[in-house]
């Protein structure tokens, strides 16, 4: 989604130097000098000296430098913690603990936003609205509100200006990443690619008509699920900068001692936790992406309540695919095989250590062999797998890495619901299920069906004059005309070289031939005369030939 401000220069530099100098201030000086001294020459004034800070607490002050640069940063530190192929373990697990608290906007700010949004002041459109905020966050806080038919709603509203601050941080950051390419780091990732997938994930965000629909396509998904409620939009009241959702009451999912009080079988919550992702992930291919306990709420009759769809996973059917595969030769204990997956799913590089990375998940598998799923935690093997991702620079689909995090975090919240809680073994009867659909005839084979013969088709089209052309080629003898590109230059080359072994190779016989023929010239004056002509050919033939052999060899143009 393309950006809809044009940044000031003056604006930009600004806010350039006070990144420069809060990294600076966190012990990265020696980063921001090596990937930006374009950027660095900008300034007018010296930027203070950097602070030395000890390697062992750089990760909790990257975080620290992250927060205090405000949402844009703070957002991007989130989507960083999903990427353990970029950045040590150290940093994923400082990135995790990233808190996104500010002070709440004033009610004048709030309600002039919602004039401009809706038309009117929210006086006029709500038959009531809370100044008090119920919730408030970096880029957004939420109101409580009633409409005008007695429902029940919550009003989500943008800070004012956000738009503008996080597009002058974008731009920031896309030069940054450009800077950065030519560093070591920036010679394995396409940096500009990250930083670009994560300006569109923070637009989308940023729009809540596309947060509107996510929770849309939710409940359509969970319509046949008793268990769930997915909030419904009011899109009357709904533009870009504000939501306004159905308010559903209950229980925050956390909040044990609430749910003990309210006699609810924590139990079965759990479940229901693990039941509602394994159903986003194996058969929608479309999961909620943050779910913090702050999202879920346990309302009347044991209902799990969802909110917040700003942030979404997908997962196609081919990446599903690939999943299973390779939990199939993980479940085989064959390291050679999840390396041969990998490599089919173009994570790993050219430049692998195959048989170093076939050691590490040989070791990774052993820790867990012979193990009842019900040992096995989802936190902990993601934990393992993180060194082995950064170590051998495995390149897996940004998607997988946040389902990996939405997967621990919903085992971390199953297990503080049920102490028994086992997320593996409630996924296993879900995949095997799965890998019975995608591999025995099922209803996406009637479409690949489809679509082969609409190939077909083309193709009987196409056959009959392609054929006949091949028959009036072959007759005149054309029907193999083979070029290959480049050839001429090769042939010229060639010739070169076969050239400078001929007479390298008289040379050598001129030469031995003379040092035979000396001796014997003893007493005749012509043959020594002509014997020492010889040698002296034979010097100017090496002479030319060690020249022509310093130059590079080039094709006649």
């Not at 060194?387 to 495995?394: A, Q």
Request: aromatic share 8%.
């Amino acid at each position: 989604m393309p950006s809809f401000f044009s940044v000031s220069p003056v604006r930009q530099l600004r806010r350039t130097r006070e990144i420069a100098t809060t990294f600076m201030r966190h012990g990265f000086g020696f980063a921001w000098e090596q990937i930006a001294p374009a950027i660095w020459s900008r300034f007018r004034r010296p930027l203070p000296k950097p602070v030395e800070v000890p390697a062992e607490r750089l990760a909790e002050h990257f975080r620290q430098a992250l927060e205090e640069l405000g949402p844009t940063f703070i957002k991007f530190g989130q989507v960083l913690s999903t990427r353990p192929d970029v950045l040590p373990p150290a940093y994923i697990a400082e990135l995790s603990r990233l808190q996104d608290n500010v002070p709440p906007a004033s009610w004048d700010e709030v309600r002039a936003a919602l004039t401009r949004e809706l038309g009117r002041p929210p006086e006029a459109v709500f038959a009531s609205i809370d100044p008090e905020p119920l919730a408030a966050a970096s880029l957004a806080q939420v109101h409580a509100a009633t409409l005008p038919d007695g429902s029940s709603v919550v009003v989500k509203v943008q800070r004012e200006n956000i738009t503008r601050t996080i597009e002058t941080d974008l731009v920031i950051l896309s030069e940054l990443a450009a800077g950065a390419q030519h560093t070591p780091l920036g010679r394995i990732y396409d940096l500009p690619a990250i930083v670009e997938d994560f300006a569109a994930t923070l637009r989308n965000e940023l729009n809540y008509i596309r947060e509107g629909r996510n929770a849309d396509r939710f409940r359509e998904s969970f319509a046949d699920v008793p268990y769930v409620h997915i909030p419904a939009v009011h899109w009357e009241f709904t533009t870009r900068r504000v939501l306004t959702l159905e308010r559903i009451h209950g229980i925050k999912i956390d909040d044990i001692r609430a749910l003990t009080a309210a006699g609810v079988d924590r139990r079965k919550i759990a479940l229901y936790s693990a039941l509602i992702i394994i159903k986003e992930v194996l058969e929608d291919g479309f999961f909620h992406a943050d779910p913090h306990p702050g999202n879920f709420v346990v309302m009347p009759g044991q209902i799990f309540g969802a909110m917040d769809f700003g942030m979404v996973g997908y997962i196609d059917e081919a990446l599903r695919v690939d999943l299973i595969r390779l939990y199939a030769a993980s479940v085989e204990m064959d390291p050679q095989g999840v390396v041969d997956q990998l490599i089919r799913m173009g994570a790993v590089g050219e430049d692998v250590d195959r048989r170093g990375l076939a050691l590490d998940i040989g070791r990774l598998l052993g820790k867990y062999r012979g193990l009842p799923l019900k040992e096995i935690r989802a936190t902990e093997v993601m934990a393992d797998v993180l060194p082995i991702t950064f170590r051998h620079r495995l390149r897996l689909p940004s998607d997988l890495w946040l389902l990996g995090k939405t997967l621990s975090m919903i085992e971390g919240l199953g297990l503080k619901l049920d102490p028994e809680f086992d997320i593996f073994a409630v996924s296993e009867p879900v995949v095997r299920r799965l890998m019975l659909r995608l591999m025995l005839p099922n209803r996406s084979w009637p479409r690949a069906a489809m679509l082969m013969g609409l190939e077909w088709g083309d193709m009987m089209q196409v056959l009959p004059r392609a054929g006949a052309r091949l028959l009036r080629q072959a007759e005149r003898g054309e029907l193999f005309s083979l070029r290959l590109r480049g050839m001429d230059d090769f042939l010229c080359l060639l010739d070169r070289l076969v050239t400078r072994l001929a007479i390298s190779l008289i040379i050598a016989a001129l030469t031995i031939s003379m040092a035979v023929l000396m001796p014997l010239t003893t007493g005749h004056i012509v043959a020594r005369v002509l014997t020492i002509a010889g040698f002296v050919v034979s010097a100017v033939l090496g002479i030319w030939l060690v020249i022509s052999m310093l130059r590079p060899m080039r094709p006649r143009r």
